[in-house]
């Protein structure tokens, strides 16, 4: 029977430590939250900036909702775009200083719909070995040939390159890569991708999902702080994480953006977000830009410096351990000590996940500490010097 099926599969699941579950919290996202009435410093989130909670995205969320009601009716090209969803659009476009963009539903919707839209049949897509399963699966749904290069391996890159021209001569080529990995928290050496995509004439997406709000000034992200942001065609981002709000985006061309209108199948079929969403997130586009909030981004750096300080070896392994993001892995190998010393650490007030295949490759579970602006400073010694007692490191 189908629910046995299932059962014996969670099980199995369990028996392994991999198995999964939701846990309730009880109020506003922050730097502290509260589950089942207590509260825990909270290094789980991806609310870089305190913006979640900030008043104001929920102002300008509340005077959406006033002027445009809440949900949005139809998808955008049917009678669903207002006007809050081209201010959003206009604003991204000013702060990533491109031609044009176009906003989703989510980060995970962008990549689904907009790497079908840009590769098919006999193209090919490169991915970066880490990459977000969004662009896994956008890959995989555009029926193109794929090819994983190792994590940030550019002779390899080169080589699926060749390939790619000499067994598909005439198609496109498209590489997808990371400026920030989420599970590591490394970069992506972004001018030398730049340099083969150009060479090989092949086309750049590069996901900033954990970049933007957080590195470049203003938090454009890691294109605009090289300075290579015409050389990458696509660039995708999510308004979820340091922008606190909800939805994802594509930065590029005008005419990129005008196919994407016409080819992206989650943007085309699907209803556009909440007008209020839209709203949140130009609230925060609009921090960003202004000098208060390259003052948070930088109140953000200095509790980045401060965590590498303390827990210098907490970074991806066998990488330049420098902090160079706010996310922190701490890899302890094994599921089950990961969860293990995850739950601890819960029990003595922080929350910090345990992350473990598959959303990390099996045997390099890990905490993953992710830092924000609104963190104290104490709140970041006392994480640190528990990780050090309960793992014994000096
Ligand atoms: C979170 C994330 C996404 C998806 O964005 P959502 O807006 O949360 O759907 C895409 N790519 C990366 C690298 C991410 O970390």
Redesign the pocket.
């Known amino acids: 029977m189908m629910r046995d099926l299932f059962a014996e599969e969670l099980d199995a699941l369990h028996a392994r430590s991999l198995d999964r579950h939701l846990r309730e919290i009880t109020g506003a996202q922050g730097s502290e939250i509260e589950i089942a009435g207590r509260r825990f410093i909270n290094f789980s989130s991806?609310d870089y900036l305190g913006l979640a909670n900030d008043p104001r995205l929920r102002e300008a969320a509340t005077a959406a909702i006033a002027e445009f009601g809440f949900g949005a009716g139809a998808s955008r090209l049917i009678s669903g775009t207002q006007s809050s969803h081209l201010r959003l659009e206009r604003a991204l476009t000013k702060w990533k200083g491109t031609e044009a963009a176009l906003c989703f539903s989510?980060?995970?919707?962008a990549?689904l719909g907009t790497i079908p839209a840009l590769v098919a049949k006999n193209d090919v897509v490169l991915l970066d070995k880490l990459c977000?399963a969004?662009?896994i699966d956008g890959a995989k749904l555009s029926g193109a040939v794929l090819r994983v290069f190792p994590h940030n391996h550019l002779r390899k890159l080169e080589s699926h390159l060749e390939w790619a021209q000499r067994e598909y001569p005439g198609h496109r080529v498209l590489i997808v890569t990371?400026s920030v990995f989420?599970m590591d928290g490394n970069r992506a050496p972004l001018r030398e991708l730049v340099e083969l995509k150009k060479s090989f004439g092949a086309l750049l997406m590069l996901?900033e999902?954990?970049a933007v709000g957080v590195i470049g000034s203003n938090g454009r992200g890691v294109a605009a702080a090289e300075n290579v942001s015409e050389e990458v065609d696509v660039q995708m981002g999510?308004?979820?994480?340091a922008l606190g709000s909800?939805?994802?985006y594509i930065c590029g061309s005008r005419t990129l953006i005008d196919w994407l209108i016409n080819r992206a199948r989650s943007f085309i079929y699907s209803t556009a977000p909440p007008p209020a969403t839209a709203a949140a997130a130009l609230a925060a586009v609009d921090f960003l830009a202004s000098p208060s909030g390259e003052e948070r981004r930088l109140l953000l750096w200095e509790r980045i410096k401060l965590m590498q300080q303390l827990l210098p070896r907490a970074g991806a392994k066998g990488e330049d351990v420098t902090a160079r993001s706010a996310i922190f892995p701490w890899i302890v190998g094994d599921e089950k000590a990961a969860l293990d010393l995850a739950a601890v650490l819960q029990s003595e007030g922080f929350l910090v996940p345990a992350i473990r295949y598959p959303t990390v490759a099996k045997g390099a579970a890990r905490l993953r500490i992710t830092v924000t602006a609104t963190h104290k400073a104490a709140q970041i010694r006392e994480l640190c010097k528990a990780i050090k007692r309960l793992t014994a490191i000096v």
């Open positions: 991806n989510s980060g995970y919707s990549a977000h969004s662009l990371e989420s996901d999902a954990h999510t308004l979820s994480k909800s939805g994802g």
